[in-house]
């Protein structure tokens, strides 16, 4: 219920904007307003969506958590999103979303929320089952810390599994 309540207000506060914009520079340049957004808007966008993809790969590619830059990816959806939808207020908050810092900082927010409400994690864990004792008491576990040892060694069985609902099995 808030959620429409708040869209009808957003929406309303939209409509009287673009009517004291229309009216201060004409119907003519309230469009150019309009057009030159969401030329400008896709090209950010488009760059920026790019780039987006780009730093996703790379932390795919290094093994580091990619919280941040999946949130990072969705922040850009969304500038898509209010791109699309015609008006100045929402053309300015995509524009905003698209500034790489301001993203930057609150796709960090968002991971962080994430992580504290359990729906993510900060760095890989692998927990090694049968070394040592039963999993969790005593069992090693690396990427939650530092390695006291300094050393990613151990000695133990290794198991090859698949997935149940693996295809190939």
Known sequence: MRVLVALAVGLAVEIAVLVLVGQAIGFWGLLGVLVLSAVI?????????RRSLVELGRAARSGRPA????ADGMYVALAGVLLVVPG????LA?????V????????????ARAVRAGSA????????VGVGGP???GAPTWGAGPDPAGTRSFRGT????????????
Request: aromatic share 2%; hydrophobic share 50%.
């Open 100 to 111: 790489p810092p301001v993203r930057r900082a609150l796709a960090r927010r968002a991971a």
């Open 135 to 137: 999993a969790g008491a």
């Open 88 to 91: 100045l207020l929402s053309t």
């Open 121 to 128: 994690r900060m760095g890989p864990t692998v927990t090694v």
């Open 94 to 98: 995509a524009l905003v979303l698209l």
């Open 158 to 169: 290794v198991i090859e599994a698949r997935p149940a609902d693996d295809p190939d099995s």
């Open 67 to 70: 919280e941040a830059e999946v």
């Open 41 to 49: 808007g896709a090209w950010a966008l488009r760059h920026e969506g």
